[in-house]
């Protein structure tokens, strides 16, 4: 059984003390849900104070992005030796960084070797644009960025990476890919990873929907077989409904 993992990516929204309210106020409600993993990926300056705000429990912290060096002129940018001792995962290939920040296949597969290592977990995002998935080409698209990402990382490191597949024309249109769409591709991003890696390792994986996950489309997505959790931007700002998410979660895998 693959512990599900809920994941909040707030992308570039709450202050350092929003982000701080935010984790304090809902750190109580989240405890009792230690059935599935929950992540909060907060903005890079406020990952100290929540890191902080969320000592002794187990609600980890994320980072949305790192560079592939360890340091050097690279204006903006943060590392993966920075991340360390402040987050356990960092998200890796998001749709927005690919589109906005010029991230390249190439780099998702130097960032997530770095991560790895020094010992964060990347979540590895990829997914297909509206014209590629009306052309009926998404599973080709997705295959190629999940073979890109994965080149060359061992099998040994698979424990400690989960893929998530978001759409792009899915990310905060309120226009979600039904359960089973999303399972169909889950399912075939899974046997890439079986093809690279034997069905056992694939098998163990944790993937990821996300796009347009609300409370009310939660146990939809959470359902379906090869669907291992959410990565979850505006739902999860909210404090009741990433609670909300993360009960229904537990609850649709029948491990409330
Ligand atoms: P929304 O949940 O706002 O659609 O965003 C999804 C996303 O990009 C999470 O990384």
Known sequence: MR????AGNWKMYKTPQ???AFVNATKDQLAPYSAAERVICPPYVALPAVQAALAGTEIAVGAQDVHWEDQGAYTSQISAPMLQGLVKYVIIGHSETRAYQGVTDEMVNKKTKAALAHGLHPIIAVGESLEINEAGQT??????QIRAAFEGIPASDLANIVVAY?????IGTGRNASGEQANTIIGAIRGILAELYGQGAADAMRIQY???VKPDNMAEFMSQP???GALV???SLKEESFVALVRIAIEAKGLA
Do not use: K, L, M, Y
């Open 3 to 6: 512990t599900p993992i809920i």
């Open 139 to 144: 599973q080709d698209f997705v295959g190629r």
């Open 210 to 212: 996300g796009g347009s």
């Open 18 to 20: 929003e982000a701080v």
């Open 233 to 235: 931007g505006g739902a």
């Open 226 to 228: 090869h669907i291992d």
């Open 166 to 170: 978001e759409p792009i024309w899915a």
